[in-house]
């Protein structure tokens, strides 16, 4: 089993700054690609940043400048850095993380549960 668990969210006024925190942990095999999405009511999941298992990044250009991804050493965490916060940036947060395991090989997509940002004075 593999578990994706997100952290960090929460109220912060607009300027401010955030820290998501996204941890995979079970019968994993391989971490491959991680990435962090947003959504907000009546929209579709949008992808906010990537993270290759090379440590190649990119970001929707709306967050370019602002948010910055990074994984730890052992790539099995990955960070959303979230400075000069703005209001339309408020949205549910989610994680994926692209996995192998030991029974499953396939690679396969698995997805956190969500953390809610709200950005407002």
């Known amino acids: 089993q593999v578990q994706v668990v997100e952290s960090g969210g929460g109220l912060v006024q607009p300027g401010g700054s955030l820290r998501l925190s996204c941890a995979a942990s079970g019968s994993i095999f391989k971490i491959y690609d991680m990435a962090w999405f947003r959504q907000t009511p009546g929209k579709q999941r949008e992808l906010v940043a990537r993270?290759?298992?090379?440590?190649?990044?990119n970001y929707v250009n709306s967050v370019k400048g602002r948010f910055t991804i990074s994984r730890d050493n052992a790539k099995t965490t990955v960070y959303l850095q979230m400075n000069s916060l703005k209001p339309e940036d408020t949205a549910v947060y989610y994680c994926n993380a692209e996995i192998t395991t030991y029974s499953r090989l396939l690679r396969t997509i698995y997805w956190g549960q969500g953390t809610q940002v709200t950005v407002s004075s």
């Open positions: 993270i290759t298992s090379d440590d190649s990044t």
